[in-house]
T-cell receptor, first 114, second 112 residues
Framework: KAGVTQTPRYLIKTRGQQVTLSCSPI?????VSWYQQTPGQGLQFLFE???????NKGNFPGRFSGRQFSNSRSEMNVSTLELGDSALYLC?????????????FGPGTRLTVL | LAKTTQPISMDSYEGQEVNITCSHN???????ITWYQQFPSQGPRFIIQ???TKVTNEVASLFIPADRKSSTLSLPRVSLSDTAVYYC?????????????FGKGTHLIIQP
């Protein structure tokens, strides 16, 4: 069974631009969560989707948004990029919401904002 | 809010058993305890999950006392490749952003 895939793996943007990241969960998994990881703040939860509905949202500004499609694939969007948005963005999928059955992470997308 | 507390770092040697303890004093009835391993520039990897008592799989054991206010991840006979950051996560399937909170993790360094 294929694991969680994320595209693109690396991305370079400039301040003010917007970016869309994609995540394909493990087949059969309906829950997708997004995290931001930086050296200073560690792993921080962004949001979680289950059956196309946002279930939970972390403490991030409205510039960060996401959605989930009927095939469980998910995208996250960051608008008006800031330097501080440079991070590793991780997607995780699980059978049930909130990691009750354990979350499986993708390799991440490394975003660099110049 | 089921916040977790782990040691920032630990050192050990190849072939030793390593035990990493996580405190979660405010764990809720519906919360599971899950441990992840992360190597640099990679996503965390699920290691083990438990609710109470002891769980064992091919890579680790998880010990949870009756009060569930802490848990201990046990790695038998570690090798250099076990050098990584280990995260303890407490959460349930009932929703709530707090249930998806990762702590700072424990940086485990294995020496030859």
């Amino acid at each position: 069974k294929a694991g969680v895939t994320q595209t693109p793996r690396y991305l370079i943007k400039t301040r003010g631009q917007q970016v869309t990241l994609s995540c394909s969960p493990i087949s059969g998994h309906r829950s997708v969560s997004w995290y931001q990881q930086t050296p200073g703040q560690g792993l921080q939860f962004l949001f979680e989707y289950f059956s196309e509905t946002q279930r939970n949202k972390g403490n991030f500004p409205g510039r960060f948004s996401g959605r989930q499609f009927s095939n469980s694939r998910s995208e996250m969007n960051v608008s008006t990029l800031e330097l501080g948005d440079s991070a590793l963005y991780l997607c995780a999928s699980s059978l049930v919401p909130s990691g009750g059955a354990g979350q499986f992470f993708g390799p991440g997308t490394r975003l660099t904002v110049l | 809010l089921a916040k977790t507390t782990q040691p920032i770092s630990m050192d050990s040697y190849e072939g030793q058993e390593v035990n990493i303890t996580c405190s979660h004093n405010n764990i809720a009835t519906n919360d599971y305890i899950t441990w992840y391993q992360q190597f640099p520039s990679q996503g965390p990897r699920f290691i083990i999950q438990g609710y109470k008592t002891k769980v064992t799989n091919e890579v680790a054991s998880l010990f949870i006392p009756a009060d569930r206010k802490s848990s201990t991840l046990s790695l038998p006979r570690v090798s250099l490749s076990d050098t990584a950051v280990y995260y303890c996560l407490v959460g349930d399937s009932g929703g709530g952003a707090d249930g998806l909170t990762f702590g700072k993790g424990t940086h485990l360094i294995i020496q030859p």
